[in-house]
T-cell receptor, first 114, second 108 residues
Framework: EAGVTQFPSHSVIEKGQTVTLRCDPISGHDNLYWYRRVMGKEIKFLLHFVKESKQDESGMPNNRFLAERTGGTYSTLKVQPAELEDSGVYFC????????????FGPGTRLTVL | GDSVTQMEGPVTLSEEAFLTINCTYTATGYPSLFWYVQYPGEGLQLLLKATKADDKGSNKGFEATYRKETTSFHLEKGSVQVSDSAVYFCALSPDMRFGAGTRLTVKP
């Protein structure tokens, strides 16, 4: 069974540009989560989808971040326009049930904003 | 709000040494506690968990005991191997708060 995949693995962009990160969850997992780890600090929750609906987006830092999950399969996280402080590693996770201790994580996308 | 404080790294040990990575938490209610591990180039994997006070989680030779009186969940392993080199994260639910991660390097 394929795990959670994320694309790209690395992205380097300039301040003001737009970047879109993609996450493909494990097939059949209705729950999809986005997290971010900035500068070696703690991993912070961004948002949680149940199928195509946003269940909890309390961790989204500001309106420059837009997450979508059309059709309830893969998800995208767009940052527009990117700022220097957006640099970090963005993790995606999925789970079959809505339980935080059943999550499977992807390898992350390392975003660098110059 | 809930939070996790984790021992800062990096930690470098020789093979077969004893490992302790400290983790303490602040939470209202009765959280579940977790240790996740991230090997190079991979995603986070659940290493072990404990869902109530005095529970001991264990996996791959690692252990951690949920201590409510000291609000701690320290990770231990009696004899580390080179293959244990990774970043370790302490976390608690239900709001999934993570610690900052501790990078462990084990040298042969």
């Amino acid at each position: 069974e394929a795990g959670v995949t994320q694309f790209p693995s690395h992205s380097v962009i300039e301040k003001g540009q737009t970047v879109t990160l993609r996450c493909d969850p494990i097939s059949g997992h209705d729950n999809l989560y986005w997290y971010r780890r900035v500068m070696g600090k703690e991993i912070k929750f961004l948002l949680h989808f149940v199928k195509e609906s946003k269940q909890d987006e309390s961790g989204m830092p500001n309106n420059r971040f837009l997450a979508e999950r059309t059709g309830g399969t893969y998800s995208t996280l767009k940052v527009q326009p990117a700022e220097l402080e957006d640099s970090g590693v963005y993790f995606c996770a999925s789970s079959q049930v809505s339980s935080y201790n059943e999550q499977f994580f992807g390898p992350g996308t390392r975003l660098t904003v110059l | 709000g809930d939070s996790v404080t984790q021992m800062e790294g990096p930690v470098t040990l020789s093979e077969e040494a004893f490992l302790t990575i400290n983790c303490t938490y602040t939470a209202t209610g009765y959280p579940s506690l977790f240790w996740y591990v991230q090997y190079p180039g991979e995603g986070l994997q659940l290493l072990l968990k404990a869902t109530k006070a005095d529970d001991k989680g264990s996996n791959k030779g690692f252990e951690a005991t949920y201590r409510k009186e000291t609000t701690s969940f320290h990770l231990e392993k009696g004899s580390v191997q080179v293959s244990d080199s990774a970043v370790y994260f302490c976390a608690l639910s239900p709001d999934m708060r993570f610690g900052a991660g501790t990078r462990l390097t084990v040298k042969p």
